[in-house]
Structures are given as C-alpha cells and as structure tokens.
C-alpha cells in the first residue's frame, strides 16, 4: 500500500547571528514589545540593568500591533539600523 | 529575546524552522503578565545573566 | 522515498511537486498504525491516505495540485491543494467535500483572521466553520438536531481535516507550537451548516453579498461553547437578555467578535415579533456589557481598550462607564441552528482578549473577482 504524506516541509533554512558585541559600555538598546500585559514593564526592567551596569541608553521602543505575528519588516529594518542590540519577547 | 519557561519548547520549535536552531533564549520564570514591580526586577536581573554572556559570545 | 512523476492519463493530476510516498503493509490496521506511529494523527485512527483517495479527492477541484492556497505567516510553511487533500482523506472526506475545505483554509490565509495567533496561543481558540447556502445540502451537511455533535459525516470530518492540515502541514502541534492552556473540543472538530428551513433571515451567503446560487464558508476563530438556555422567555428582549449576559460573562468579555447560534424555538420568537437580524444585534450589543468597575474590580481593564472601543470611531450605541462586548452589533454574526425542539441557542466567543482575530468568509467552489 502507498500512502501520500500529509506533511510538508519548509523551504531550506540556514540564518546567521549577528556578530558579538565587543562590550556592553555605551551601547543603545532596543525594545520590541509584543502588546501582551507587563511585556513592556519587562523589557525595560532588563534594559535598566544595561542602562545602569554599562552605561547603555534605550534608543527606542518598537510595538507590534499583533503579538502573534511576526514583527513587521519595517520595524525590524528599523531596529536594525537604529541599536546595538533588540530585547524583545515571546509569547506570554 | 526572551520567554518564559512554559514557551521555551515553543521558541525552539521556531527557531529550527526558521534555519537557527541554536539561537540562544534568555529563559524565565512564568507568567509575566500578572507579576508585581518587585516580581518584574527579580526576573530581569536573571535574563540580565544570561544575556551578557549571548551577546558577547562569551 | 521522493516521486515525481507525470500523469499517466488525463484522470491522474500532474505532480509537479515531490509527493513523498510511503511503502508500508498491504494491511489496512498497519496502515493506521503507521499513520499513529508516525505523529499525523490527532489521537484517533485516520483514514490511510491512499494514492486513489486523494487523487479522487483533487478531481474536485480545477487548480493544479501544487497550487498554494494558505502560508504561515510566522514560519513560511504552506498549504497546498495536494497537502490539504491527503490531509481530506485523512479525516474521512468524501471527495465532495473538499472544496468546503479549500475555500475554507483560503478564508483563513486573510491576513486579518490570523491562523496562527488563533492556533498557538493559550487562548485555546479552534476554526468554527459555518458553512451557508445550498452546498451544505448537496453534501449532506447537518444544520439541524445535535448541531455541534458527533454524527455527521461532513459536518465531522471537514473540521477534522481543518485539524490535521494545521498540524501536519503548518505543524502546529499541541504542547510545541499550540500552547492552549486548556483548549477545547472543537479543536478535534467544530463545523456547522447555517440551517435554511424555518430560516427567516437572509442567509449568512447572501448577507455576505455573494452571487444567488453561491454558497460560502466563514471562518471564526472560536473559543469555547456556551450553552444558553431559556425555556420561559417568550418575548425577543427576554430571549436576547439571556444571550447577552453570556456574552458578558466576566471570562468572556473583551472587544473581540461572536458567534451566536439561535435556536428555532427561540429564533420563532424574533421572527414572529419582526426582529431582523440588525435588531438582534443591536440589542445584544446594547447589552452584553460590563461597568468599568466591575472590569477593575476582576483585574480585567484596560484603558487602551477602553479608548479603543469609546474613542475617536467609538460605535454611537457604546455606553459611557461601560465595556461593551465587541465594538459594533455586526461584530455579532447571528444565524439559525439547531433541532426543532429545545429552548437552548448557544454563545460562541472570540479567541484573544482583543481583536486577534477577524472572521472572514469565501465562496465554496468559485472565484468571484479574482484578479
């Protein structure tokens, strides 16, 4: 007997990460919240301790308007340009 | 990027389909969204700990 | 093991895409085995998807196999009307039903109705598919007696094939990439036909502006199933008032949309008053609302929402103090379901404290202002 599989596979991946930092001192940091409830408190209070420990500065606060949806590419483009490094969250 | 511990297998699923299956998550406690200020501080300063190190490479 | 192959007659669909193939036993019992061993089920045995059941299944519909009809938006995975009819005959359709399915998984690729949000959080929604118009009829589709329950082969296996598509194909799967805190039974099932007998309302088809003789699915991301019984209102206020204090219900209330199916008995009781359809959702609307103190008071206000739903393009039946259910009455979609006998309509929230989710619709079987 032959039987079609009723899965499928994704196209062929591989991403890279982007480089280490050299140092965490002075660096501007990004935040991207995802709407859900104390997700912003969360992401600062993280980003305080960068602020506070390494002299790092919060450039700026992204949203994305749906939690449950890839943040738009616009805003990753955007992040990308503007800061040393993106804290964000996922899920709950 | 950071998630609590109940979304961790869900991050990682993610992360394979998407081509970084070792990419690196900053792991915390759940929930977030009901904590206290004082509940906020003590889990950012673990996601701090882990942090530092995934952006250094350390 | 991979094929690629060509039609051999003009009845066989034309591969383009590998189609994997799996050899197993000429047993059927291994077969379902097989299919258990290998994580395609959703607990209950399926249907082996042999080549001649799916190859029947594709004579229904006119688009090549490979033709994409859904991708995941976080993932990139797609649906293709090869994947989605193996996953057909997995459920237990008949090839009839496919197109059901197909516009149906279309409805859900709108960008609006979100199918992943609405699969993989912890809000536990399901797809209800209400499927409207004369098609339901030609398939055999129940509308009528144990609407929501077991016992009909269509109304069963369409929502199931929903299931499997979105774990075998999108890989949604339960505890990795659906986290439901609790999910619910319409996540095995949950598929419906809007009944026509005894109707007094414009059909869900028609209301949603397609052609005469075009029969559509709406797509709704639901959450769990709330009973409502009245079996001593006789007056449409005291029939509505029931509905709309479920729909207010504190674990229930939030901007999001509804479903609400009326049951004949209570429907006889709007109709032989007059009320259309916009009546009823207005009056729901008016009064399935919470104050603002009662929100603070169960930790569930939120100022944004509250400006969202009573600001700038605030709807003019929105009461000030108060948190309506949705943020206009045609974000209730009202129809008529169910057995003759029985004071008992039902309420059917939205998945997400928001408007995560839109319901969307699609003709079954044709294009309509395709480009």
């Keep these: ?92 | 990027m950071l998630c609590t511990e109940p979304f961790e297998v869900t991050a990682r699923n993610i992360a394979r389909v998407l081509g970084l299956p070792s990419y690196p998550f900053l792991r915390v406690q759940h929930p977030i969204g009901s904590c206290t200020l004082p509940e906020l501080e003590a889990r950012a300063q673990v996601a701090y700990e882990q942090a530092v190190p995934i952006l250094l490479r350390a | 093991m991979t094929l690629s192959r060509p039609a051999k007659d003009a009845g066989e669909p034309f591969m383009s895409i590998a189609a994997r193939i799996h050899e197993v036993p000429d047993n059927l019992l291994a077969a379902i085995d097989y299919c258990y061993e290998k994580g395609w089920t959703d607990g209950l045995p399926v249907v082996p998807p042999t080549l001649e059941r799916v190859h029947a299944t594709l004579e229904h519909e006119g688009r090549p196999p490979e033709t994409v009809i859904a991708t995941h938006p976080a993932t990139g995975l797609e649906l293709s009307l090869h994947a989605a009819a193996v996953n057909a005959v997995m459920a237990g359709c008949l090839p009839e039903y496919f197109p059901v399915l197909v516009a149906a998984f279309e409805a859900m690729d709108k960008p609006d109705f979100n199918f992943h949000g609405s699969t993989a959080s912890t809000g536990g929604s399901a797809p209800l598919l209400i499927v409207s118009g004369g098609y339901a009829d030609d398939i055999g589709m129940n509308a009528d007696v144990n609407l929501f329950g077991p016992g009909n082969r269509a109304n069963a296996t369409i929502g199931r094939a929903v299931r499997l598509i979105l774990r075998n194909v999108f890989q949604m799967v339960p505890g990795i990439s659906d986290k439901s805190t609790q999910g619910h039974p319409g996540k095995y099932s949950f598929c419906i036909a809007e009944r026509m007998r005894g109707n007094p309302w414009p059909l869900l088809c028609e209301a949603q502006g397609y052609p005469k003789g075009v029969s559509s699915v709406t797509v709704f991301a639901a959450g769990g199933f709330c009973n409502v019984e009245n079996h001593g209102g006789n007056t449409p206020q005291q029939v509505l008032s029931s509905i709309a204090d479920a729909m207010a219900s504190y674990g229930c209330i939030t901007l999001g949309q509804s479903v609400v199916i009326l049951a004949p008995e209570h429907m006889r009781i709007l109709a032989d008053a007059g009320w259309s359809r916009e009546e009823a959702q207005t009056y729901l609307f008016m009064h399935a609302k919470r104050s603002v103190e009662g929100m603070r008071a169960v930790g569930k206000y939120r100022a944004s929402e509250y400006e969202k739903q009573h600001g700038a393009h605030a709807h003019q039946l929105v009461e000030t103090g108060y948190v309506h259910r949705g943020l206009a009455p045609e974000d209730i979609l009202m129809t008529l379901g169910g057995g003759d006998a029985g004071g008992h309509s039902c309420f059917i929230p939205s998945w997400s404290r928001g408007r995560g989710s839109i319901m969307q619709h699609k003709p079954i079987g044709v294009c309509i202002d395709c480009n």
């Design chain 1, 1 to 92: 007997m032959q039987l079609y599989d009723p899965t499928t596979s994704g196209p062929q991946r591989e991403l890279l990460r982007a480089p280490p930092l050299t140092s965490l001192d002075g660096k501007t940091i990004g935040i991207l919240e995802n709407g859900k409830l104390n997700a912003t408190e969360m992401l600062r209070e993280l980003a305080r301790l960068f602020e506070d420990r390494h002299g790092c500065k919060v450039h700026a606060a992204y949203s994305k308007s749906n939690a449950s949806a890839p943040a738009p590419a616009q805003i990753l483009k955007k992040a990308a340009d503007e800061v040393d490094f993106l804290i964000t969250g996922l899920g709950d």
